[in-house]
């Protein structure tokens, strides 16, 4: 009984989990008003059924009880069925890696690419449900992507932290920068010698581009 009630709880917590986040995922009004309707509808005919026969309110009750005492299955069962560790850090790089620039990604992409990346292994959408599920990423019913459709996925809104840009090519160490008085910057002096150890400094002044400053040092004799 202790695993029928914490089955049905988290049953009851999962479903209406569901059922906002699916209310939340339409991107327009209508869609929201849709999804009330088409809730509504079969709600108010399974009541009716249940108001009108006594064998299919058992029947639920029934369907109901296994469905609670699967989700209350003891961690040692679970742990036989756990999908392999994938840090969520690394599952948001992979899904802004497939998102590029378009407004999210599928769950079935996602699925494509892991089983890629881990031969002898074959991925379903709902592997992938389960690890976004234990990341804490939302998933969204409808979600479009450009060139393929609209599908159950992940929007770019929900993916974590923010896409990785793009590799910086270091400079070669050991070479120092040429520094050319035609194509100086505003505030770069520029040293030219004027022999017998007389020296001549140019600094473009800042605020006017035009105009540059120049200092002449002579040797001092003894």
Not at 80 to 100: F, M, Q, S, V, Y
Not at 158 to 177: C, N, R, T, Y
Not at 198 to 208: H, L, N, Y
Request: hydrophobic share 40%; with cysteine; net charge neutral.
């Amino acid at each position: 009984m202790e695993r029928l009630a914490k089955g049905s709880s988290a049953l009851t917590v999962g479903t209406a989990r569901g059922i906002t986040a699916w209310l939340k995922a339409g991107e327009k009004v209508s869609d929201y008003v849709v999804r009330v309707i088409f809730l509504t509808i079969p709600g108010g005919v399974l009541w009716g059924l249940l108001s009108a026969s006594r064998a299919f309110m058992w029947l639920l009750v029934v369907i109901w009880c296994i469905a609670a005492w699967r989700a209350a299955q003891p961690a040692q069962e679970k742990s036989e069925a756990k999908e392999p560790d994938l840090h969520p850090d690394d599952l948001a790089d992979l899904l802004w890696e497939l998102a590029g620039d378009r407004k999210g990604v599928h769950l079935s992409q996602v699925a494509q690419q892991l089983t890629k990346e881990t031969p002898g292994r074959t991925w379903s959408v709902k592997d992938v449900r389960r690890l976004m599920e234990a990341a804490g990423i939302p998933t969204r019913h409808s979600v479009r992507v450009q060139g393929i459709g609209v599908a159950v996925g992940v929007h770019r809104q929900d993916i974590p932290g923010s896409p990785s840009p793009a590799p910086v090519s270091p400079s070669p160490q050991g070479v120092e920068p040429q520094v050319n008085p035609a194509t100086a910057t505003a505030t770069t002096p520029y040293v030219r010698d004027l022999g017998g150890g007389a020296t001549a400094t140019f600094t473009p002044d800042p605020q006017q581009p035009n105009r540059t400053h120049v200092t002449v040092v002579r040797p001092t004799e003894d």
